[in-house]
């Protein structure tokens, strides 16, 4: 197969003494556009396509190819010690909550059967650096201590070896998986923005520094690094998505729609090429997509999306604790749908098993199981079914998460009951606890502050619903539910020019949106420039066809939860 890997300045260096490391140039063919890695090393000539091919993978998240190409090195020459330290690494993808020192510990067992011996094979003092970086983050202790171990060492290293973007790219990956914030999360951004601005075709660089900013406060500064990344490493798939997480920071729906569509092919042609079962699917992806989608009102187009998830998946077994996200695809897929459309019907009956049962052996897996388990008892809240919500209410209460779900849940059960006066005491509360979560992409549940806009202004306190929405956009910037509800706080004080500056950012996400998606008429309407009686009469008529359908204007907006009128 023809390749012809854009490591454009792929680094062949001939053997070297501990004294000496030599660079040299070469260009290598290999298909796929990986970007452009430089690193230094003592391994022999005919090692270097295959370790530089790896490096850059690696650098994408790529694992499994990554991998694979270090192996190739180790074969071409197997006393070049830095291939085994670095497929070791592929086993640990902490970013995404995955790890198993296990198998690194055995790829490591290759080149030595102790830390020292592997450590005593390295040709070069830096060579030796990385090497105890990596043995450091395998040592036999606890996943806290294995971070902070490997964070230190390459922060070591790159400040030893300030020319060495490599050392750099790492540093800042690493300050990373040990959930760096504050001063690290500013030094993590700095060492990625440095490697991107040496070195604008490094994988690493612009990857690390999208991840690193991945904040609504923060996104700004990723934003160069997230327009050129899929053009960086175009072949891998990983990459075409990355991009989309400071798009969804900042609200640009139209590139996280076009980021997404490109990864779920390139995901899909990937799992064909290999002939793999729907479960490698990358679902990641395909929910990012559909939120996308949602927040452009093109609500077939996500709604498409279950189907299609269900299609890949037909027959396919997704008990493999390896296959998470697939296991929890379709239910992610349905809630995502009803909680931005209010149409509950498209989620499985209460208690209905759509999963196949599987014990969560990774934080990933442990995640998903929670967040499934909350949807499903919000599902039953949100059908009146206070019991079974109760019943499937996600257990334990130690996360910021579940303590705001503690709050949600019979929230949304005191509204069914009409006790509004209850509901709005624990959506406040819940909505103090929702400030200090950070959304890496879509919201794993419903948005507290949007609950509450819609509670208060149920309530007839417009002006504390604005609040409440402007609350919810600094969290999640230019979400289509909390503007259309900020909009119709802002006319119901009668604030007739800031609600038509905000039905124009809704009809600009709406551009393409579906002819029916509740709000777009009456977003459409104010910006005409209706008179302000004429405006109060057509949403009193739109209020009255809700009403018709046995919804009144508070209670229907607040249980669809995005404060969209239609079925539920």
């Known amino acids: 197969m023809r390749v012809v890997v854009s490591l454009l300045a792929l680094v062949v260096a001939q053997r070297a003494g501990a004294q000496h490391e030599a660079h040299r140039a070469a260009q290598q063919g290999t298909g796929t556009?990986?970007?452009?890695?430089?690193?230094?090393?003592?391994?022999?000539?005919?090692?270097?396509?295959?370790?530089?091919?790896?490096?850059?993978?690696?650098?994408?998240?790529?694992?499994?190819?990554?991998?694979?190409?270090?192996?190739?090195?180790?074969?071409?020459?197997?006393?070049?010690?830095?291939?085994?330290?670095?497929?070791?690494?592929?086993?640990?993808?902490?970013?995404?909550?995955?790890?198993?020192p296990a198998a690194a510990r055995r790829v490591l067992a290759k080149l030595g059967s102790t830390a020292a011996a592997r450590l005593a094979k390295a040709r070069t003092d830096r060579e030796r650096n990385y090497g105890a970086a990596i043995e450091a983050f395998y040592a036999e202790t606890t996943l806290a201590v294995r971070e902070r171990a490997f964070a230190d060492s390459m922060r070591h290293l790159a400040a030893r070896y300030p020319r060495d973007l490599e050392a750099a790219a790492f540093a800042s990956l690493a300050l990373q998986m040990a959930s760096a914030r504050g001063a690290e999360r500013e030094e993590a951004i700095t060492l990625a923005e440095r490697v991107f601005r040496e070195s604008p075709n490094h994988p690493g660089g612009?990857?690390?520094?999208?991840?690193?900013?991945?904040?609504?406060?923060?996104?700004?500064?990723?934003?160069?690094?997230?327009?050129?990344?899929?053009?960086?490493?175009?072949?891998?798939?990983?990459?075409?998505?990355?991009?989309?997480?400071?798009?969804?920071?900042?609200?640009?729906?139209?590139?996280?729609?076009?980021?997404?569509?490109?990864?779920?092919?390139?995901?899909?042609?990937?799992?064909?090429?290999?002939?793999?079962?729907?479960?490698?699917?990358?679902?990641?992806?395909?929910?990012?997509?559909?939120?996308?989608?949602?927040?452009?009102?093109?609500?077939?187009?996500?709604?498409?999306?279950?189907?299609?998830?269900?299609?890949?998946?037909?027959?396919?077994?997704?008990?493999?604790?390896?296959?998470?996200?697939?296991?929890?695809?379709?239910?992610?897929?349905?809630?995502?749908?009803?909680?931005?459309?209010?149409?509950w019907s498209v989620m499985p009956a209460v208690g209905a098993d759509t999963v196949a049962p599987a014990k969560p052996v990774s934080r990933r897996a442990q995640v998903f199981a929670l967040i499934d388990e909350y949807q499903r008892a919000m599902t039953a809240a949100m059908r009146g079914d206070s019991r079974a919500a109760a019943d499937s209410a996600p257990a334990g209460a130690g996360s910021l998460l579940s303590r705001l779900w503690a709050r949600e849940l019979p929230a949304v059960s005191a509204l069914k009951r009409g006790d509004r006066t209850r509901a709005i005491a624990l959506l406040r509360e819940g909505a103090a606890i929702e400030d200090s979560l950070a959304f890496y992409g879509p919201p794993p549940s419903l948005m507290a502050h949007e609950l509450l806009g819609s509670a208060l202004l149920d309530a007839g306190e417009p002006s504390e619903a604005v609040a409440a929405y402007e609350s919810s956009l600094k969290l999640?910037?230019?979400?289509?539910?909390?503007?259309?509800?900020?909009?119709?706080?802002?006319?119901?004080?009668?604030?007739?020019t800031g609600a038509t500056a905000i039905y124009k950012k809704l009809l600009t996400n709406w551009h393409a949106a579906d002819e029916g998606v509740p709000g777009r008429a009456e977003a459409q309407r104010w910006v005409l420039g209706m008179s302000p009686l004429l405006r109060e009469v057509m949403l009193r008529l739109d209020i009255g066809d809700g009403a018709r359908r046995g919804s009144s204007w508070g209670s229907e907006v607040f249980c669809r939860a995005v404060v969209m009128r239609g079925h539920q």
Request: proline share 3%; no cysteine.
């Open 476 to 496: 999640t910037p230019n979400r289509s539910a909390a503007l259309l509800g900020l909009a119709r706080a802002r006319a119901a004080m009668a604030d007739s």
């Open 206 to 343: 612009a990857h690390y520094l999208i991840h690193a900013t991945d904040a609504p406060t923060l996104a700004t500064r990723g934003l160069a690094a997230a327009r050129a990344y899929a053009k960086i490493a175009a072949d891998a798939e990983h990459a075409l998505h990355m991009p989309s997480h400071i798009f969804v920071q900042l609200g640009l729906w139209d590139d996280a729609v076009a980021s997404n569509e490109r990864a779920w092919i390139a995901s899909r042609a990937w799992v064909k090429r290999r002939g793999l079962s729907g479960a490698e699917e990358d679902f990641h992806d395909l929910q990012w997509l559909q939120y996308a989608y949602l927040q452009q009102g093109r609500y077939a187009a996500a709604k498409a999306l279950i189907d299609t998830a269900r299609h890949v998946l037909a027959g396919v077994d997704v008990g493999d604790a390896s296959h998470v996200d697939a296991r929890y695809a379709i239910g992610t897929l349905s809630f995502q749908y009803a909680a931005e459309t209010g149409d």
């Open 33 to 100: 556009t990986l970007g452009t890695v430089v690193f230094p090393n003592s391994g022999s000539a005919a090692a270097q396509p295959a370790f530089l091919r790896g490096m850059a993978l690696l650098h994408s998240f790529t694992y499994d190819e990554a991998a694979e190409s270090f192996e190739e090195a180790e074969k071409i020459d197997p006393s070049f010690a830095l291939p085994y330290w670095f497929e070791a690494f592929t086993n640990s993808h902490l970013l995404w909550g995955e790890d198993d």
